[in-house]
């Protein structure tokens, strides 16, 4: 990944509303926990290629890979690792009667929110929802993938830039 261009220009602004810790460890328990608010629903409808069951739920998670992809090649997969995840997690939640698959994914949309906007306000920033909602919602699981690979030491020349950018 080169070090400029419009992704480093989006890993600068987030990272620079997001260096509270609190804040950080509320986006990587929240963020997940909205998508899964959202994958829940959508794995209902869908439908059968040669047996295999095809939800609206996987057209989202490829949408967001293909788009990632065209961002950073290893960034987009480790996403593609975790939303599938998060996918196969949906599939058995949306299996329980449709009330109870209802009420869970409406508390992991609203606990989600909510564990955002607590740790935005620990770190004293407004939340980029705000000011950009759509942006947020396409950036913000990259985002949470790009953290993790910070909390794990790799690829630090990146980390590097985005702070030297934050200080200048």
Not at 111 to 129: D, M, N, T
Request: glycine share 6%; charged share 15%; net charge negative.
């Amino acid at each position: 990944m080169a070090t400029d261009g419009k992704l480093m220009d989006m890993l600068t602004e987030y990272a620079a509303s997001h260096r509270h810790p609190f804040n950080i460890f509320m986006h990587i328990i929240g963020i997940p926990t909205i998508m899964l608010g959202i994958l829940i629903p959508l794995t209902w409808t869908g439908f059968e290629i040669a047996d295999i069951r095809i939800s609206f739920a996987h057209f989202l998670i490829l949408g967001f890979f293909l788009f990632y992809l065209s961002l950073d090649t290893l960034f987009a997969s480790a996403f593609l690792l975790i939303a599938f995840l998060l996918l196969l997690l949906a599939e058995r939640l949306g299996n329980y009667s449709d009330n109870i698959s209802w009420y869970i994914a409406i508390i992991c949309l609203i606990g989600g929110y909510i564990g955002q906007f607590i740790g935005h306000a620990v770190e004293k920033s407004k939340p980029v929802l705000i000011k950009h909602p759509i942006q947020a919602h396409l950036a913000a699981p990259f985002f949470i993938v790009v953290e993790l690979f910070k909390l794990a030491g790799l690829r630090e020349e990146i980390f590097s830039e985005i702070q030297s950018r934050i200080n200048s």
